[in-house]
């Protein structure tokens, strides 16, 4: 079973569309984190939520829309793409906020 | 604020070689400090942690131990191999989130 599973794997759009990506834990933890890392391996947290609750909401467009249904669950949505926003996109969860992350594998998203 | 400094990559050994990766940090207070590896095209692991001054903290060969007197955790192992290659990443916590530092590669080559 894998621990924190995210979908898609790859996304490829055009620019000023809207996407998603999914994210769930099974391994029952109170945290979910969204990162954003960049073509230099650079890591930049996005969003924290602790048991569906927004705790972490850094410096991020307006355009990003964090949803958690249950603490399980972390979905993004992204409206009205840019160039900018081709990344790959972690999922990650913890127990707690201040102990060690279970990753994803990674959404790469592709803004043409 | 809190912050990581690890050493800028890359990092090129041959196999068998002896790995340091730098890792020095700034902190209020005593956070916990961690090691997470990124295979390519893979999310990052959880490496090793200490969580107190003198703490060792190893995993696969790797070992850090947390020096208060110096703020560093540095990463070592003694023979690296070609599957060690990967990009490792510093990072301590806040309480809040974990704080990163830019990621040091490493590539072993056979």
């Known amino acids: 079973d894998t621990a924190v599973s995210q979908t898609p794997k790859y996304l490829v759009t055009q620019m000023g569309n809207d996407k998603s990506i999914k994210c769930e834990q099974n391994?029952?933890?109170?945290?979910m984190y969204w990162y954003k890392q960049d073509s230099k391996k650079f890591l930049k947290i996005m969003f924290s939520?602790?048991?569906?609750?927004?705790?972490i909401n850094e410096t991020v467009p307006n355009r990003f829309s964090p949803k958690s249904p249950d603490k399980a669950h972390l979905n993004l949505h992204i409206n009205s793409l840019e160039l900018g926003d081709s990344a790959v996109y972690f999922c990650?969860?913890?127990?707690?906020?201040?102990?060690?992350?279970?990753f994803g594998s990674g959404t790469r998203l592709t803004v043409v | 604020g809190d912050s990581v400094t690890q050493m800028e990559g890359p990092v090129t050994l041959s196999e068998e070689a002896f790995l340091t990766i730098n890792c020095t940090y700034t902190?209020?207070?005593?956070?916990?400090l961690f090691w997470y590896v990124q295979y390519p095209g893979e999310g990052l692991q959880l490496l090793l942690k200490?969580?107190?001054a003198d703490d060792k903290g190893s995993n696969k060969g790797f070992e850090a131990t947390y020096r208060k007197e110096t703020t560093s955790f540095h990463l070592e192992k003694g023979s690296v191999q070609v599957s060690d290659s990967a990009v490792y990443f510093c990072?301590?916590?806040?309480?809040?989130?974990?704080?990163w530092g830019l990621g040091t590669s490493l590539a072993v080559n056979p």
């Open positions: 200490a969580t107190k």
């Open positions: 391994l029952g933890h109170d945290t």
């Open positions: 902190a209020t207070g005593y956070p916990s």
């Open positions: 990650a969860s913890s127990q707690g906020a201040g102990g060690g992350y279970t």
């Open positions: 990072a301590l916590t806040d309480r809040r989130k974990l704080i």
């Open positions: 939520y602790n048991n569906k609750e927004l705790i």
